[in-house]
């Protein structure tokens, strides 16, 4: 998100919020305005990041904590394309270089690890605004590696605009490590520029839309001195003046023509106000001494008569509302008197349509049918009533054979468990018998009839044979 001077609490600490955990800033603006700034690997910084609100920042810090050499690296450095050393020493002097920045040196005051044979960094801007597609981002870095040994440092100038932005799908480090410009390639809108000067003139010419370099030097030289420390001590209002008068077009001959018929119409509206003025103070004369006087007297003379007529107006135009009310309530009483005869008639039309179309349906003549059968089942039913009535007396009569009839079953089954018990100590008996006879007892529990009868009538023989033997 970005801030506008009219921000409230709330946006403020959204603001601060969300560039504390890792957010990024949007544009506002349908021009260019410079969103945020950073470094990795430079000086005394791993990875550095600050957002500007509404185009502005405030660094607040301690002595030595690295306001002004992030202030350094990220503003004139990065707008002119120039590592010379009037853009890199914050206290305008021209006495430190900018790989003072990239290696550490042995200086015992300089609390970087002087060990390592290689070090890089990147400085980088990022601008924004509103375009016809949505947000536009315009970023601007510098690349530069130091080689112990090496004396030549060969900075990269480079420019990517588009919808790629720092930390989302630009990345400058690898954990504590910068990148190489190589690792960037196939980033859309991602330009490596072939030397500071061209960097500039594209910064120039798209950021601030200068057609010459002398209009952009101007406003760097500019920036130079105003950053510098005790600038009452060493400001130039002449120099100052002098490139304010330049910056601003030349006035026109027809300007100043204008101009002047201007003062000259100015004075004569003067000159038609002050004789307004006097003829106001000479009709308020008048009117103070002689209208008014006489207009209070025609009013006192005319006022009974204008009472009166205004009481008889304000009492008819009363009655005439009491009347217009009654009227429009019997109006409207009226109309719905009318609207429910109308219904009513409608009705009653509908209902008799509606008996007539009953009459002439089958429906009506089937139901006619209906109510002769329901007569003649009415009929059928007051039968079937009389012959239920003499269906239950015979039912009576018959309930009392059926309970004689149990009666006599009762006493044939004790009669036939009787009989039963008989049987079965006949068979019992004449088994026993069978046995002492020496014959096979299971012919009487078999009911073999037949073989007990001829094996008896054998006996019988055999006994007879026997007693005509013995004689």
Same mark, same amino acid.
């Given at each position: %998100? ?11 600490? @959204? ?87 990239? &290696? ?21 801007? &990022? ?13 601007? %870095? ?10 030549? /440092? ?38 490596? %520029? ?5 960097? @500039? ?67 004569? /509206? ?19 001494? *002689? ?9 006192? *003379? ?12 304000? @009492? ?23 609207? $429910?005869?109308? &219904? ?14 009953? /009459? ?15 007569? $003649?089942?009415? $009929?059928?039913? =007051?039968?079937?009533?009389? =012959? ?18 149990? =009666? ?28 002492? @006879? ?15 009868? =001829? ?17």
């Amino acid at each position: %998100m970005t801030l506008s001077p009219e921000a409230t609490d709330a946006q403020l600490t @959204a603001w601060r919020d969300s560039a504390a955990h890792g957010g990024l800033p949007s544009p506002v603006r349908s021009r260019w305005q410079v969103l945020r700034a950073g470094c990795v690997g430079l000086w005394e910084f791993d990875a550095a990041e600050y957002w500007f609100a509404d185009g502005r920042a405030q660094f607040v810090g301690a002595n030595q904590s690295g306001k002004s050499t992030l202030m350094a690296l990220t503003t004139l450095i990065m707008l002119s394309g120039s590592l010379d050393r009037q853009y890199i020493d914050t206290f305008g002097q021209s006495d430190k270089s900018f790989r003072y920045y990239v &290696e550490p040196t042995d200086d015992a005051r300089d609390r970087r690890e002087a060990t390592g044979s290689t070090h890089r960094g990147w400085a980088w801007v &990022e601008y924004g605004r509103l375009g016809e597609d949505g947000p536009e981002f315009f970023t601007t %870095m510098l690349y530069a590696q130091a080689k112990r040994g090496v004396s030549q /440092l060969d900075p990269v100038w480079i420019i990517c605009r588009g919808a790629v932005r720092v930390r989302d799908g630009l990345t400058l480090a690898v954990g504590s490590s910068a990148v190489e410009p190589k690792e960037l390639a196939g980033v859309a809108g991602l330009e490596v %520029m072939r030397s500071g000067k061209r960097y @500039a003139a594209r910064i120039a010419n798209d950021l601030f839309g200068f057609s010459d370099d002398d209009r952009f030097a101007t406003v760097l030289e500019m920036l130079k001195v105003l950053r510098t420390p005790h600038l009452g001590q060493k400001l130039n209002p002449d120099w100052f003046t002098e490139q304010i008068r330049m910056s601003l077009p030349a006035v026109a001959e027809s300007e100043v023509d204008k101009l002047a018929d201007g003062w000259q119409q100015l004075e004569q /509206l003067g000159r038609d106000r002050d004789h307004a003025l006097a003829a106001r103070d000479a009709v308020g004369v008048y009117l103070a001494r *002689a209208w008014r006087p006489w207009a209070d007297a025609l009013l006192r *003379a005319r006022a009974d008569d204008l009472l009166a007529a205004d009481a008889g107006v304000t @009492a008819a135009a009363s009655a005439a509302e009491t009347a217009e009310g009654a009227l429009a309530q019997a109006r409207a009483a009226l109309t719905a008197e009318t609207e $429910r005869s109308d &219904e009513l008639e409608a009705d009653v039309q509908r209902s008799r349509a509606a008996l007539t179309q009953l /009459l002439r349906s089958a429906a009506y003549r089937d139901a006619t049918g209906r109510a002769q059968n329901a007569e $003649r089942m009415r $009929r059928d039913a =007051a039968a079937a009533t009389v =012959a239920e009535e003499t269906a239950r007396k015979n039912l009576a009569g018959t309930v009392v054979a059926l309970e004689a009839a149990g =009666a006599a079953h009762s006493e044939a089954t004790g009669r036939f468990d009787s009989a039963r018990t008989a049987a079965s100590a006949a068979l019992s008996h004449a088994g026993a018998a069978l046995s002492a @006879a020496g014959l096979a007892a299971q012919w009487a529990g078999e009911g073999d009839v037949d073989r007990i009868d =001829a094996a008896v009538a054998a006996r019988r023989a055999q006994v007879t044979a026997l007693r005509k033997l013995t004689r």
